[in-house]
Each structure stands twice: as structure tokens, then as C-alpha cells.
């Protein structure tokens, strides 16, 4: 990938997703851009996001999967949304690695 070029695929996805929620094209592109360098399978884990956010619920007994708890302190993907922030709007797929 070239990444003076991002994937054409890529900006039809944002331009048409930027369009359906009434935002500009080119503000949704340049966040791809910088977050993730147009890389669908970018990851971050945020250490500090899982001590604020997502340890006490881990104590409360709100999140009981291993799994989920570390991957809610994870951005995934073009936008790297937070999984976190995925679940609280509603994201319910089994696994948030499908974001």
C-alpha cells in the first residue's frame, strides 16, 4: 500500500459513510488518515483507558469475559474507535475484532 495513495475502496467507505451521517468527506478521511494511516487492521491498547474505564467494572462484575475486558481498551480499525466506546453505543457483536 502506498500510503500517498490511500486504498480507493477505503475512501468510497468514508466518503459514503461521512455522507449517510452528515459529515464532511474530507474530515472523515483526514482522521483515517491520521489514526490509521488507512490500515483496516490497525490496533492500539490504551493502558491508561483500561485503569480508568474498564478496571472498575471489572470489579463491579459489569464485564465477566477476560477477553472483553482487554479488547474494550483497544481502538480498532480505520477510525480506531474505542471498543469501549463500541459497546456503550450499542456495537453487539460477539467479538469487537468485526469493528
Known amino acids: 500500500m502506498n500510503p500517498l495513495q ?3 475502496e477505503f475512501v468510497a467507505l468514508a466518503r459514503h459513510t461521512a455522507e ?5 468527506p474530507e474530515l472523515v478521511c483526514a482522521i483515517v488518515e ?3 494511516a488507512w490500515n483496516p487492521w490497525a ?5 491508561a483507558f483500561y485503569e480508568k474505564y ?5 470489579a463491579r462484575g459489569v464485564i ?3 477477553t472483553e475486558w482487554r479488547a ?3 481502538s480498532w480499525g480505520l477510525m480506531q474507535v474505542m471498543g469501549q466506546v463500541a459497546r456503550e453505543h450499542g456495537f453487539a457483536d460477539a467479538s ?3 469493528l
Open 6 to 8: 490511500p486504498p480507493a
Open 20 to 24: 449517510a451521517h452528515a459529515l464532511w
Open 34 to 36: 491520521q489514526e490509521s
Open 43 to 47: 490496533l492500539r491498547y490504551e493502558p
Open 54 to 58: 474498564i478496571a472498575p467494572q471489572i
Open 64 to 66: 465477566a469475559d477476560l
Open 72 to 74: 474494550r481498551a483497544f
Open 96 to 98: 469487537l475484532a468485526s
